[in-house]
């Protein structure tokens, strides 16, 4: 099936990409490697693709105050590769090759990754574990969510029409350790854990496993297995085995921590 006609337009600035999203119909593109299959797809019909890939200054990595912003423009190898993120934030450098393929991880970003909140996806988790604030651009100016409130639901996240999310700013971590079960390497995951430590609070987030990431912060790790609520079902895996699973991801991530 080929995506269903649309107008197409590139602007140059942020406050050109608001005003454009004010437009009825319009949508954003970033890597497109969501959004393009699934307009090819027919569940989605936009009018108009405002491509956020041209705004200056949300490509970049900034490690500072004890916290690394990363640009929503930010391609997943971009993460990958980042000496940043690798030497303050190792939790996203382990989580980024278990995202797809190097074809995808070089169009995807992390904004869109975030703006999309796939409960089985691997970012969303990674931010809900470091405590990541999720920087939102609109008409009436910036606002600031943290990643525990930004995602609301299956697919469902703070994110009003209009709205843009211009970056993330992760809290470095002292500890992390990051795991996933997948049938298959590059599939999203079965069940997956991202965590981190920081000042001996643990912050585990499950995915795959609900219907947005799941936080527990745990003292012991029976307390951490006591303390999972009920997985959410999949097509192939029953809420049985999504909570076996997860307690032997928080088995092996437990002598890490
Ligand atoms: C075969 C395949 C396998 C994949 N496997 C995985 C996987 O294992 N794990 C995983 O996490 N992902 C996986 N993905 C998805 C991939 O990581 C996507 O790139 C990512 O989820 C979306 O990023 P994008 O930049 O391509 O966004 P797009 O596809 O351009 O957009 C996705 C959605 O987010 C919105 N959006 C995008 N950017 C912003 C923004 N800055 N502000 C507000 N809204 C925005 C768009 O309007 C759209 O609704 C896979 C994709 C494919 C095709």
């Not at 602007?11 to 454009?20: F, K, M, N, T």
């Not at 949300?58 to 690798?86: D, F, Q, Y």
């Amino acid at each position: 099936m080929k995506a269903p006609s649309f107008a197409y337009a590139k602007p140059r600035s942020l406050a050109e990409a608001l005003e454009l999203l004010e437009r009825p119909g319009a949508k954003i593109l970033a890597g497109g490697q969501s959004l393009i299959p699934s307009l090819n797809l027919r569940l989605s019909a936009p009018e108009l693709l405002v491509d956020i890939t041209g705004l200056p200054g949300l490509s970049r990595i900034e490690a500072k105050n004890g916290a690394v912003r990363v640009g929503a423009l930010c391609t997943h190898a971009m993460v990958e590769r980042s000496p940043e993120i690798r030497d303050h934030l190792p939790l996203l450098a382990e989580a980024m090759p278990y995202i797809a393929h190097p074809a995808i991880r070089n169009r995807g970003t992390l904004g869109g990754s975030l703006a999309l909140a796939d409960p089985a996806a691997e970012l969303p988790a990674c931010a809900v574990a470091l405590d990541a604030v999720l920087v939102i651009a609109s008409k009436k100016g910036e606002r600031r969510v943290r990643a525990f409130d930004f995602f609301k639901g299956l697919f469902e996240t703070d994110l009003k029409p209009g709205d843009i999310l211009v970056g993330a700013e992760f809290p470095k971590a002292e500890k992390s350790a990051f795991l996933e079960l997948t049938r298959r390497h590059g599939d999203y995951a079965i069940v997956g854990l991202a965590a981190a430590t920081k000042q001996k609070e643990r912050r585990v987030a499950l995915f795959g496993f609900s219907d947005r990431p799941v936080l527990i912060k745990p003292g012991s790790l029976d307390d951490a297995k006591a303390s999972l609520p009920a997985p959410a079902a999949d097509l192939y895996h029953s809420a049985a085995t999504k909570l076996h699973l997860a307690k032997v991801l928080l088995e092996r991530a437990w002598n890490r921590l």
